[in-house]
């Protein structure tokens, strides 16, 4: 299909009355007829957004979203927490307590319910964020995490090459192409982000691997921010892997904190 072999659609939610609170100008009803006309057109590897924690959303709205991503059977699902950026609409009405965000509680039981009933349903849970069917992990995702170079086309895309990072931070300005570059990173600093992208999949990080590409022993170099990590029992060692538990999942910020 024009050297695309994979597409990404954005379902967010199946209550058109939640899409149109957070500002998504398409219904369910239009996903559906976008979602059927890719397979139709012969696209089999698609992956379908969920979003949990949106103003208002319920248990029910979830078990609904779930019930009808069983029933299209897309290759891969992610699903995503709700983040407020500053300046956007969401973060006014909230101010102005004209919405109110689930708790961070039942954000917690929403994530759990689409974990178990996705990895019920035959899809495997790689990564944080992201649930597949056999074979069909996203390549993309992994790559970022395991710290390979790859290259990123279009406005606000991002690359990483020769240990440099690149954002098109603008597609046009002056008739020409921004980008935004960050400086080569050191050592130390690479094996940190090494252990932070790492522990976003739910294998977690290899101590073989890291060993390999750094020669030094993670154990050894983060010995103080694992010991306290596993103490507070957000991570653990499971012979070549250092992973989350299932309360590191739910705490990963304050574990990806303690490399950044």
């Known amino acids: 299909m024009f050297g695309i072999n994979r597409l990404s659609i954005g379902l967010q939610s199946t209550n058109n009355k939640l899409l149109k609170q957070i500002g998504r100008i398409h219904t369910f009803e239009e996903f559906l007829n976008t979602y059927n006309m890719a397979k139709e057109v012969g696209f089999e590897n698609i992956n379908v957004d969920l979003m949990i924690g949106l103003p208002n959303q319920t248990i029910k709205d979830i078990k609904q979203a779930i019930e009808e991503i069983k029933i299209l059977d897309p290759n891969h699902v992610s699903v995503y927490s709700l983040?407020?950026?500053?300046?956007?609409?969401?973060?006014?009405?909230?101010?102005?307590?004209?919405?109110r965000l689930p708790s961070e509680e039942l954000e917690?039981?929403?994530?759990?319910?689409?974990?178990?009933?996705?990895?019920?349903?035959?899809?495997?849970?790689?990564?944080?964020?992201?649930?597949?069917k056999k074979g069909k992990e996203s390549k993309h995702n992994l790559n970022c995490w395991e710290q390979k170079e790859y290259i990123g086309i279009g406005e606000r895309a991002s690359s990483y090459l020769k240990d440099t990072r690149y954002s098109n931070y603008s597609f046009y300005s002056n008739?020409?192409?921004?980008?935004?570059?960050?400086?080569?990173?050191?050592?130390?600093?690479?094996?940190?982000?090494?252990?932070?992208?790492?522990?976003?999949?739910?294998?977690?990080?290899?101590i073989s691997k890291f060993k390999e590409?750094?020669?030094d022993n993670p154990i050894f170099v983060f010995q103080e921010e694992l010991e306290r990590l596993i103490y507070e029992e957000l991570?653990?060692?499971?012979?070549?892997?250092?992973?989350?538990?299932?309360?590191?999942?739910?705490?990963a910020n304050l574990v990806w904190e303690e490399f950044i």
Request: no cysteine; aromatic share 12%; glycine share 8%.
């Open 83 to 99: 983040i407020i950026e500053e300046g956007t609409k969401i973060e006014e009405l909230l101010e102005q307590g004209k919405i």
């Open 108 to 132: 917690r039981q929403m994530y759990w319910y689409a974990k178990n009933s996705l990895e019920l349903n035959g899809y495997n849970h790689y990564e944080i964020s992201n649930f597949s």
């Open 175 to 206: 008739k020409k192409y921004d980008k935004k570059i960050e400086e080569v990173q050191n050592i130390e600093n690479k094996k940190k982000e090494y252990m932070l992208l790492g522990l976003r999949k739910i294998e977690g990080v290899k």
């Open 213 to 215: 590409k750094y020669v």
């Open 235 to 251: 991570l653990q060692i499971d012979g070549d892997y250092i992973k989350l538990t299932n309360k590191g999942i739910d705490f």
